[in-house]
């Protein structure tokens, strides 16, 4: 019973282990981009949020991944401080 239980959690363990990188792959965006494709900003940050919620350390996050993150909140920033006309 006890190596049956030893197997079962040891397995639950690994599965909890496997989960992948999310995307990095894309290219570098300015936040002049996100201001002008503002459809873009919500996709990007949900990037964002699963980078940050990833187990990876931070300094293994890509570099593009970090200047677009900043670059999509600094245009979502700008877009709503805008004055409505």
């Avoid at 293994?60 to 401080?81: D, G, L, Y």
Wanted: glycine share 6%; with cysteine; charged share 20%.
């Amino acid at each position: 019973m006890t190596m049956r239980t030893a197997i079962i959690c040891t397995g639950l363990l690994l599965a909890g282990c496997g989960r992948s990188t999310p995307q990095a792959d894309m290219p570098a965006r300015t936040w002049r981009y996100y201001v002008a494709n503002p459809g873009e900003i919500e996709p990007m940050q949900k990037i964002c949020r699963e980078w940050a919620g990833s187990n990876a350390p931070s300094d293994t996050q890509p570099a593009v991944v970090t200047t677009n993150c900043r670059a999509a909140a600094f245009a979502k920033s700008q877009i709503t401080a805008k004055p409505k006309d």
